[in-house]
């Protein structure tokens, strides 16, 4: 059971908008600690996507966006494109017995 | 080319040991903190072990805590990860990652990764 919970699948159809969220609890993003979002292809490594919960590293497109409210944080992926189809992963700080840096359990896109 | 390659994966039965070597290239690899983060198969992301840029801090996760140890050498830009009494759970596929750089402890997050060694832990 991961500490920060996703949703184990999500879809849309091409051109569509997707969010995928990420809840967790008093002692990782309540707290006030920073969402990290990561992209796994198909038989890939992950990838970095968002990092300080909305801020994306070069190369990745605008579709991509993060953000975060009180104990939830949210990808969300605009104009969805079938090279979207991937796992997605949160990530942050957690000052409980589970971390210091935990994941959450991914979210299978599928694009329909 | 920035990139991290893993090595030193295979089967090993229970009880044994491994130890993973992660290449780092075309970064200052002495200027960063690393990372293990494995993946069993079909499952998520698990963090592993943290070691600071000059191995001065170093951090695993409870799963791993006595039987890892993490350890870098800057000299070689190399970072190890020595696995000793290995159990059928720790079968997964280890990345190598860094730390991003402008992420302090609490706000870490990992901006590079390797594409991983598979350890298989079976009899």
New interface residues.
Partial sequence: Q?VLTQPPSVSGAPGQRVTISCTGSSSNIGAG??V?W?QQLPG?????LI??NSNR?SGVPDRFSGSKSGTSASLAITGLQAEDEADY?C?S?DSS?SG???????TKLTVL | EVQLVESGGGLVKPGGSLRLSCAASGFTFSSYSM?W?RQAPGK????VS?ISSSSSYI?YA?SVKGRFTISRDNAKNSLYLQMNSLRAEDTAVY?CARV?S??G????????????TLVTVSS
């Fill in positions: 991961s600690y920073d990290h990561y890939t490594a992950p990838k970095l990092y300080g590293p992963y990530q700080y017995l210091p840096w935990v994941f959450g359990g991914g | 990372n983060v998520g992301l698990e963090w943290s951090y409870d990345y991003g402008s992420s402890y609490y706000g870490r997050y990992f901006d590079l990764w390797g594409r991983g």
